[in-house]
């Protein structure tokens, strides 16, 4: 179909493919992208922003009932659960137009099609019957991940769903089985437990959100239980029954239960196997593709990112990894470093953490010094009917350098990005202490507790811990 050899082919066209195509565009390099179904991969089709915008819907419903706090009489509200489907479905298809103009302005040929390796530089690609190859002279992978579908907790895309599956449901289930405690299990959790869905989560670990500060974990814990949501740690779901009559009949700990849907999110794994690997010698493990830390494979022109590598799964570690693979694949030497990754599960409330965590530093041997302030002491925070949460920062004991963060509640997502750069540039708690911050803001939440590392938050009773210097 095309004769032309790129200087940059693209496979994929997600969070990292798309990013990688744009910046090896401004770079001035002729680039193709290909993508087997939409512009924006898993993370704007079916993972971050329709869930996000699901959240919206569910983070509404929450303040309404603090309606009469702030003087108001609601009656006769009703929820419809198919129209705040439409309106996720709206906001994608927004994205994905925008996606598209972008690589289009950017001078960026797209195939859409399945793309597989033919030889080292050279794409074998069919798309709608019709089989083409492509010559580039760099090839970046960019193919994610799929949800994980383990063989006894087989879905059927109807009842038993992934969270691609669920996303596409038009009514409110009334019982909501959740397989997997994990953030994408928790998150959709959250949300259903918000809008009235009857939940229960059953995660084998000892707890949910097992990646997250155990502290921080528990006021989403509370949450979700005051939303009538039921936790089952440490218990495994032992089968699953589609019922001729409708709904799926579960087994676990001693129990049987009748469910209108079960979403199993135990994980996800590399997108590899269609893309004949094996013809160009690259490695894999357990379907994920070996690279180094300037993103490339074994062979020099073919380079890989974001979750297809096996690595950190988050949409801006991919678009990351983009940027640094692109350099190499026009000549630079970059290296990507990620140390410093900020993440952020939107449950109700949503967390957000980046760096070490104090049980990390205490596996490590860190010797650490930790500040807290919670949110029901910030005036922004209450004058937001929005009480719950806490910052909390850990710091080297010697000297007081950042080394991690946790933030739950109202605007955690956000708030973390100042923490994310303070660690970034080697900040102690103390610089970020004196850095002035607005009032009345919830970022003073980050200030206080910055000034709990060594005692001194004004607005926090406590024992005064004396200060560096002192």
Same mark, same amino acid.
């Given at each position: ?7 940059? =082919?693209? %496979? ?54 603090? =309606? ?66 492509? =010559? ?15 063989? /006894? ?9 992934? #969270?691609?599956? %669920? ?36 995660? @084998? ?37 589609? $019922? ?5 009949? &579960? ?21 590899? /196997? ?44 991919? *678009?990351? @990894? ?14 990507? #470093? ?25 596996? $490590?041997?860190?010797?650490? =010094? ?10 922004? &925070? ?7 949460? $806490? ?38 708690? &103390?610089?970020? /202490? ?8 919830? *970022?003073?939440? %980050? ?19 004396? /200060?560096?210097?002192?």
């Amino acid at each position: 179909m095309s004769a032309k050899e790129y200087d940059v =082919a693209v %496979i994929g066209g997600g969070p990292g493919g798309y990013v990688a195509a744009l910046r090896a565009a401004q770079q001035g390099a002729s680039v193709c992208l290909f993508e087997a179904d939409k512009l924006g991969g898993t993370c704007l089709n079916r993972g971050c922003i329709p869930t996000k915008a699901l959240y919206a819907t569910a983070r509404l419903q929450e303040q309404f009932h603090q =309606a009469a706090a702030h003087g108001f009489t609601l009656e006769g509200v009703s929820f419809d659960y198919a129209q705040a489907v439409a309106r996720k479905d709206g906001i994608v298809d927004q994205l994905v137009g925008g996606i598209a103009q972008l690589l289009k302005n950017a001078g960026v040929d797209v195939f859409f099609g399945t793309a597989a390796f033919d030889a080292v530089n050279r794409i074998r690609f069919q798309c709608k019957g019709v089989v083409g190859r492509v =010559a580039a002279r760099n090839i970046i992978v960019a193919t994610g991940s799929r949800s994980a579908r383990p063989k /006894a907790l087989a879905g059927d895309g109807k009842n038993i769903l992934t #969270s691609t599956e %669920i996303l596409a449901i038009k009514d409110l289930p009334a019982r909501l089985l959740v397989i997997g405690g994990g953030y994408i299990g928790c998150e959709f959790a959250s949300i259903f437990a918000a809008l009235g869905s009857n939940v229960t989560v059953v995660e @084998q670990l000892p707890r949910i959100l097992a990646g997250s500060d155990k502290q921080i974990v528990r006021e989403v814990e509370k949450a979700m239980t005051e939303n009538g949501a039921e936790l089952l740690t440490g218990v495994a779901v032992e089968s699953l029954a589609v $019922q001729a009559s409708g709904g799926v009949e &579960a087994h676990f700990a001693g129990r049987v239960e009748l469910f209108d849907k079960v979403l199993v999110a135990v994980g996800r794994v590399p997108n590899s /196997a269609a893309l004949n690997l094996d013809a160009v010698g690259i490695e894999t493990v357990n379907g994920a593709i070996m690279v180094d830390d300037h993103m490339r494979t074994k062979v020099p022109t073919i380079f890989a990112i974001g979750d297809v590598t096996g690595g950190v799964q988050l949409a801006h570690v991919a *678009s990351a @990894q983009a940027g640094v693979a692109v350099d190499n694949a026009l000549g630079g030497n970059r290296a990507y #470093s990620g140390q410093v990754v900020p993440s952020a599960v939107f449950t109700l409330p949503e967390i957000a953490q980046v760096g070490l965590s104090e049980d990390d530093c205490k596996g $490590q041997g860190i010797a650490t =010094a930790v500040g807290r302030f919670a949110f029901a002491a910030s005036g922004k &925070a209450l004058c937001d009917g929005e009480p719950r949460g $806490q910052v909390k920062i850990v710091a080297a004991k010697d000297g007081g350098r950042l080394l991690g963060a946790s933030i739950v509640g109202e605007g955690a997502s956000t708030m973390i990005a100042e923490l994310a750069l303070a660690l970034q540039h080697g900040l102690t708690a &103390a610089q970020v /202490a004196h850095v002035i911050h607005a009032h009345p803001t919830l *970022s003073e939440i %980050i200030m206080e507790a910055a000034e709990d590392v060594d005692g001194l938050a004004v607005h926090k009773a406590g024992r005064r811990r004396t /200060a560096p210097g002192a």
